[in-house]
Structure formats: C-alpha cells, structure tokens
C-alpha cells in the first residue's frame, strides 16, 4: 500500500487499534462498568418509544430473519449493523444516557451499541467489549472536543463525532492495525453528520443520529478490515471535518493526554431526565429552595445565568409542544424540579403541561453569564438567581450538578436508576432486569458476550 | 400530528411526493430513459472494482440471505437497503455516471439505485420507478444549486445532497403524502454527508458517499412511511444544511420552475472516463490539435483556464499515484486526450503513467479565467492554450462539451457507450447485456420491475 506508508498514523488510531482492557487503569474500567450498567437501563428506558419502534421496525426488515446479535428487549435477533442502529435509536431517547461535558457528547449511546453487536457477531470477551467502548469514548470525546463550540451551534456533536467513535469501538474489536484504523476514521468522518434543525418542531432526528453514527461507523471499521481505505487527515485537512463543519477547531484537543488522561472518567450521568444544559440550574434553584426554605408560591421570578450553548439548544423551545420538547424547556424542568424535587421521566409525562407547571414556566428566564460561559464546557457551572414574592433576591451555585465526576452516582445508585429507567420504558420483568444488572456488574469476567437479557 | 399542521409544505416536497409519470414532458421522459440506460453501463463498469466488492460483501453480510431486490451483476439477492449500498457503490467508480453542470452533482449513482431497490421490492411498474426517479432528479439537483458552490468546496455534493434525492425518489414510490415526504427530507438532510478530503490520498470513499446517500436516504423514505419526523425547514432553517455547510446558499435555487423547468433534461453525458472539471479542457485540446494540425510532439506548454472549483478539485492532484487519481489530474487526461483521441477506461489503466503520458502531463497547467469562473456552474466552457515547440500561441475554446445537453448523445451512442462499460468492468456476457439494455429502453412499457440482468 504506497500511498499508506507515506502517511503518518494519527495517534489517535494508534491509540484506538492497540488499546487493551489491562492498559485501562482500574479505576477507569470501573467507571466504564458504571457507564454499561447506566447505558442498558437507558436502551430498555427508550425501547418502546414511537421512534425508536419505527428504526427498529426498518432495521429488522432490511437484515437477516436471524443474526448473531441482540435487539435489546425484543426476542429478535439480526445482523450487527442492524442490532446496532436499533439499539443505538433507543438509548437515547429518555435524556438520561450519560454525557461528557467538555465535548458535550453522549458517548454511550453510540458506543456502546454497535461494540455490543460486533462482540456478540464475534464472541469476543466482555474485557475485549470493554477496551472497544473505552477506545469508543476516548476517541469520540476528543473529536467532539476539536470539532468545537463553533460545531455544535449548528451540528449534533452526539451524531458526528458519534460516527467516529462508533468505527473506533467497532475497529478496535475487529482487530484493526493502526493504519486500518486511521482509514476507518476516515471512513466514519465522511459519513458523519447530525443537524439539530429538527428540534425546533421535535422532530425525531435525535434517534435517527444516534442510529446513524452506529450504524455508518461500524461500516466505516468493517470496510476497513477488509482494505476500504478512507482520507488519512479526515480531522484537519483542508477539506475535512475541521474546514467543512467548525470554525474553532483545536487539533490539540485530538490527542490531549491521551493515554493517561481518561476521558471515560470524566464522563457524566444525568439524573434530571431532560437535556443536560437545565441541570446546572435545576440543582441551583433546588438549593436555594431548600437552603432558604422557599416554597413554589414564593416563586415569582428565576434567572438562569447560562453560558451561550444553553441559549442556542434551549432558547428556541418557549413553548413546548411534546413531552421530548419539554426536555429541552428550562422553565420546565426548573418547574418540575422545584415541585417534585426532580425532573424524572414520569415527572416529564404526566405533568410537563399541567397548570402549575406552566405557571411556574414562565417565570423562568435565561441570561447570558460571562463566568459561567467562560468556564463551559470545561464545567457547567449552575447558577440562578430567585426573586421571591416578598421581595427578596436569593442566589443558588452549584459547581457540580449531581452526576459529574466530582458529585458521582454510587453503584447502588447507577443500580436503581437502571432498574427505574427500565420499569419506566419496557415490558420486560423487572426480575429478570435485575438479574441482567447484576450480571452486566461482571462484564470484565465473561469469557463471551452473550445476550444481555436471556 | 399538531406540530405537523402548523408548517407549511415545502414545494419540493409537495412535488416529490405527488409526481406521477404522465405529469413528465416526453422530451423529459425520453431523456430520464437515456439516463437509466447510460446509468446500467456505469454500475456494470465499477461492479467488480475492490472498494464496491467490499462494500457489496458487507451489505450482503448484513441483509437477508436473499430477498426481493438485485445487486446488479450478482447472483445475490438482498433487501432493499442493502441492494442499495452495493448499486450505488458501483454506479460512481467508472467516472462515466451523469452529471448535472449547475448543481456539479451526479445524479444516476444516487437515485436509480435505491429507486430500482425498492421498485423490485413493492413490484411496481417501470413508469412508477421512472417517475421516482425524476423526483429524485429534480430535487438532487436543486438541493445542489441550493448549497452552492461554497458547500462544493468541502463538500461531495453527490454525497450530501445525493441523500435528499434518494429519499424523493423512494418516497414517491413509497407514495408518500406530501407531509410524509417533508419528514423524509428532514430525515435525509439530517444524515446527509460526504468530504472531499478522501481525494489528497485516492482513498475509496467516493464509493461509500454514494452508497451511504443512497442507503440513508432510503431509510429515511420508508421512516417516514411509518410515522416517524424530521426537521421542517432542513433547507434553510438555522441550524439546517444552509446554517450548517453553506455560505452562499440561495433558497430561490429550491423551487426554480419547478413542474415547468427539468433538470433532468439538463443533466450531461459523460464522454471522458474522468472528473468532469477535465471535460471541458479535454475538448478545447482536441479541438486545438485537429483545427491546426497540431501533432503531440509539436505541443511545448498547455494552459487550461479554468473555473476556480476545477482548481479546488484537481489542484491537489499533481502526481497521481492510482488510477482513480489521475482521473482527477487534468495533466494526465489531457494528456491522454491528446495521444488517444479520447481519456477512455482502458486507456487510464493502460498509460496514466506511461512516460509519453507523464512527460505531457507535466506540460499542462491550469489558470483561473474569469469568463469561466463567472459562468460555471450552469455553463462548463472550455479554454485552452497551446504553445508549441515552434512558437505559435494557439487558442481552443468549447462552449458545450460532448454529452452536454446542446451537444448530447444518441441512443445509438448511449448503448454503445454502455455495453462498452459492461465489457470493461463485468463478466456479465455481453449477449446477456445487450438483451438487458434492449429491455431497459422499454422501461416505462413494463408492467413489473423485475431484474435486470435476468
């Protein structure tokens, strides 16, 4: 291959073909168990939602009667990248798969789908899983990280960035060499794509972007095991991801630590059941109102103060339509959380146009916040300030919404949520979801991945 | 669906979903005829090249063991979406498929083969198909001039707009409702994608557009079919494919005469086995050499003028290092323009680096000519001069190259050309061929789309 060796390899396909379970500090790898765990009751959440019927409807009639691979809740089985668009249209539908904040991308959702489909096509270990959806995340973080703020202003960071680590999990899996990788990243770069134009009516791109980036990646790691070869600097060519779809990239970002900076760890769980942009002022406006003892009737104004990210993907949602477009409402989820304690997904669908609800609403406000945005999205700083009824002016500040590296889930939390998540979206019983959770604790043992539910 | 009553229909879609065969022009419908036949040659010439085996044994891994729809040249049979990826994927290798000059978008490779999928799929009839396929045609393209010459720039508008051509022409023989079909696009704009970067090292992506606009778009057609949305406005919303990838996209384009002017009518022939930012130049060449009787020997320097999106596209191709890249180096086609009377596929894989072909290759330079620049994309004119060893300055100018609609080719020259390209790429017998193009001119008599190869 002439023109490869007269290409360097990006560290970060280097990375991604060699990276194995026992170069994973411990700690990592726990974290990535609590990532699996919390990701499964985010497919079960999702599973049974309109959209995600129709993905799975389409994929289970494009691919073979039977497969190798998982419809996860279903007693279907298919081909890998059908399993994976299925899977990967569910696990996002609830908004509450996990998220890394300074890329602002949902790495479970597209990684850990299609790796769990080409493991099960491949029989290959749950430590080879594993190290697949590590090398998925660390890669699919630090795309989303170079591509930029300027990128997702317009582009669903989850969808683009998406396709690359999706090829990077499956590829790792596959056993690329390095350079295979590199054109398997080409491959998935190509291909990437995810606007967030359908959000202004609520649309359901969002589960057709996370089954797309599934879907194309793990097409993008395949074709390049069999010598399909993509752009060698699909990252920052002149004609590639950077010159096409951002206007702030930093190729530093791409290779930032890497291989001793774990980006996995720095992942986030949701806990709030909306977009991960309401949950810093959720948390604020709960401290006050429980530092203060305010009660909702004392309630007559909230300003949000926000960084600009914020006002793009929430700012257009004044009115929400559907129980999904109310995720995206911050005088929603600020109304919920302040009257239920929390914004769950049960909170979301019975109570997101109620009466009191919508009062509270529109006493929400955002601004922009030179603090807050400076350090976005490094943190995602919570901080409202609360005019009372009797007139007094209160300030809430969380540096750390609950779910952030700093502010965790404990395993008996991740544990709960999973099984709360499940209840909430599947039929499946809720013995044999515990008895898939507490297998899914062990995945770093199985000699071979089998079906997550038996 | 309330948020659905509240948007307008879009005229594209309105039209896309409501076009029947008989609404066509027959000077319209004779030339959608001429562009199927000349499409067949094409996927029989790049069937058995490496990068469309490779993606056809990845979608027949993927689908069904067999099903309704035919991948062309095969044996296999697959479903609809994994027929289309293998098609597509072939449609686009040879450089010979079609092209519309204003939109630079090459609309066969996209349109007939997930159209042709999903026709042998419901048994619908040629003039269905046919009628779909025009859909296709008319919205391809005009999403094309929509995105503009900024987008070409980065972007493989084959690629990207290639996805929204393959939705219309799914959709309409899905028979979806023009609310339906309004989804669909949002669903494939949404997925749309494709970089030009892949072209700095010859890497195999120019296939995986193709098949992945032709298999995103088709998906997103029969999502729709089942409910599920996509953004409203994807064309000129502000986070849409405007916002996203254009700096000079113009809305106007969308709708341009729509039911009165056919860009399917204006779409050009290939006669060159090259990119078609060379045709134009290749012809003034010739016509330089035949009017003064000028012989290779005589020729010291050629200057081609060119249109600056020629200079983006084949600027980076100095020295080509495959056959596929010296289609991009106007050097090498020039040069063998010039030795062979024609740049035809056995004479790129015969002399791109023969040392007559590299020694004239290395004499031709482009410059940008304003006159052209200003009139691409709707017109590709052709200006060339020649210097020779004996110190004449000679000027050769094309208005209209061959294959362009002012300058098009008979049927007689569209079976030859086809049959020619079968014989080039696939063992398919050519008595078989022959009996196949001989059928494919009937197309809008049959009652059933069945295989074409029979």
Known sequence: MKAENQVAIHPLAQFAGTLQWSQVPAAVQRKAEDLWVDWFGSVLAGQ?????????????????????????????TTSPMMAALANAAAAH???????????????????FPPALAVAQSLGASGAQLMAACVAGYEVGIRVGEFLGRSHYKIFHTTGTAGTLAAAAAVGN??????????????????????????????????QLHTAHAASAGLMAAYLAQDGFTGAQDIFTGPQG???????????????????????????????????????????????VMQRDGVQIGDIAQVICHVHQGAIDVLGP????????????????????????????????????????????????????????????????????????????????????????PGNTLSRQEITDKA??????????PAAQVQQAVQQLWQVAQWPRVARLLA
């Open 48 to 76: 049974n939602a309109r959209p995600v019927h129709s993905i799975a409807r389409f994929a289970l009639s494009q691919g073979p009667a039977q497969g190798p691979c998982e419809v996860i809740g279903q007693s279907a």
């Open 93 to 111: 539908v609830a908004e509450q798969d996990d998220v890394h904040n300074g890329s602002v991308f949902h790495p479970a959702a597209v990684v």
């Open 173 to 206: 899996l596959l056993g690329l060499t390095p350079a295979q990788m590199q054109h398997a990243l080409g491959s998935a770069g190509t291909q990437a794509a995810g606007l967030w134009e359908f959000l202004r009516t609520a649309a359901d791109s969002k």
């Open 241 to 287: 991801l950077a010159a096409g779809m951002s206007t702030d990239a930093n190729p530093a970002r791409l290779t930032d630590g890497l291989g001793t900076r774990w980006a996995t760890a720095e992942t986030s769980f949701k806990w709030h059941a909306s977009c991960r942009h309401t949950h810093p002022a959720a948390d604020a406006l709960l401290q």
């Open 317 to 404: 949602v004044t009115s929400p339509a559907t129980v999904h477009q109310s995720k995206f409402s911050m005088g929603t989820v600020l109304a919920l959380a302040a009257r239920f304690g929390h914004a769950g997904l049960t909170e979301f669908d019975e109570q997101y146009l109620a009466a009191d609800t919508v009062a509270l609403r529109n006493k929400v406000t955002m601004a922009l916040d030179p603090e807050v945005d400076a350090a976005y999205p490094q943190r995602w700083i919570g901080k409202v300030t609360v005019q009372t009824t009797d007139g007094r002016t209160l300030h809430g500040r969380v540096d750390e919404p609950k779910g952030d």
């Open 419 to 428: 099984l709360r998540l499940a209840a909430y979206g599947s039929q499946v």
